[in-house]
T-cell receptor, first 113, second 115 residues
Framework: GNSVTQMEGPVTLSEEAFLTINCTYT??????LFWYVQYPGEGLQLLLK?????DKGSNKGFEATYRKETTSFHLEKGSVQVSDSAVYFC????????????FGRGTQLTVWP | GAGVSQSPRYKVAKRGQDVALRCDPI?????LFWYQQALGQGPEFLTY????????KSGLPSDRFFAERPEGSVSTLKIQRTQQEDSAVYLC?????????????FGPGTRLLVL
């Protein structure tokens, strides 16, 4: 089947710290992988995505590399800001024409000044 | 240049009541999805439309849940005889095409509380 496992939260960091949020997946076929972010009081927004193995998605200083050999898509940022405080969701689709998403449970990130 | 909109944003229902949740997708988007998000969890797929055709309803938890998109634009998710376990945030998303890797754009959600 298809599933996503994210590291448990919450994650609390000081400003300018390095961030890693782990995400591993199980999938049949060749899924695309996504990171969505949910800021307080707002809807889910796409942060970045990668559609094939070894692709790197990047946006707003965040990066994630699609690793087929380890079935992982870990999210990283070199220097977090208070404004990065949000819930982060890893997700995959089935890699076919039916684009339903499978989400992880989400990881709450809080960044302190 | 509006995004996906949903209404109402909040709904309180008494157990046994019927509710209807509306989704206005981004204009021109072919695909429309409904997800259910319980507190502290990730969104779970409910159903999917391509234009007016409901191609996948495998995620609907019971026959009390019904969704439609009659003209291929606005969609309504209806829950009959609501139960307390239906309390959740209901998210609507749309995407331009039915392609793998296509970005889904989410609305703000409708928070449903069943008392």
């Amino acid at each position: 089947g298809n599933s996503v496992t994210q590291m448990e939260g919450p994650v609390t960091l000081s400003e300018e710290a390095f961030l890693t949020i782990n995400c591993t997946y199980t999938a049949t076929g060749y899924p695309s992988l996504f990171w969505y972010v949910q800021y307080p009081g707002e809807g889910l927004q796409l942060l970045l995505k990668a559609t094939k193995a070894d692709d790197k998605g990047s946006n707003k200083g965040f990066e994630a590399t699609y690793r087929k050999e380890t079935t992982s898509f870990h999210l990283e940022k070199g220097s977090v800001q208070v404004s990065d405080s949000a819930v982060y969701f890893c997700a995959l689709d089935r890699g076919s024409t039916l684009g339903r998403l499978y989400f992880g449970r989400g990881t709450q990130l809080t960044v302190w000044p | 240049g509006a995004g996906v909109s949903q209404s109402p944003r909040y709904k309180v229902a008494k157990r046994g009541q019927d509710v209807a949740l509306r989704c206005d997708p981004i204009s021109g988007h072919v695909s429309l999805f409904w997800y259910q998000q319980a507190l502290g969890q990730g969104p779970e797929f409910l159903t999917y439309f391509q234009n007016e055709a409901q191609l996948d309803k495998s995620g609907l938890p019971s026959d009390r849940f019904f969704a439609e998109r009659p003209e291929g634009s606005v969609s309504t998710l209806k829950i009959q005889r609501t139960q307390q376990e239906d309390s959740a945030v209901y998210l609507c998303a749309s995407s331009l095409a039915e392609l793998a890797g296509e970005t889904q754009y989410f609305g703000p959600g409708t928070r449903l509380l069943v008392l």
